[in-house]
């Protein structure tokens, strides 16, 4: 069974840093892009971030670029996801997921909130 846990969400004031992790089971996550996605409350879930398998190509939004840094070990199957200079606009719940799912499975996500 596919599996994502997200962790490492909490209340931070603007300018703050903080560092998710995601932790995939269930598929053969070394040979799986992975990406960020996000939530905030009333809007719709956005593509945040994506790296490659083997880590070697990253993307990202060009509302975080610059300040989010996506990566992966694939030894521990966890993707991570560093978040500095947050905004208050950064506040949403966090997700990972893999593009096999096709959105089929979420984990339960992690809150982020960026305080002004």
């Known amino acids: 069974q596919v599996q994502f846990v997200e962790s490492g969400g909490g209340l931070v004031h603007a300018g703050g840093s903080l560092r998710l992790s995601c932790a995939a089971s269930?598929?053969?996550?070394?040979?799986?892009?992975m990406s960020w996605y996000r939530q905030a409350l009333g809007k719709e879930r956005e593509l945040v971030a994506t790296?490659?398998?083997?880590?070697?190509?990253?993307n990202y939004a060009d509302s975080v670029k610059g300040r989010f840094t996506i990566s992966r070990d694939n030894a521990k199957n966890t993707v991570y996801l560093q978040m500095n200079s947050l905004k208050p606009e950064d506040t949403a719940v966090y997700y990972c997921?893999?593009?096999?799912?096709?959105?089929?499975?979420w984990g339960q996500g992690t809150q982020v909130t960026v305080s002004s």
């Open positions: 997921n893999a593009p096999f799912t096709r959105g089929n499975y």
């Open positions: 269930g598929f053969t996550f070394s040979s799986s892009p």
């Open positions: 790296i490659t398998s083997g880590g070697g190509s990253t």
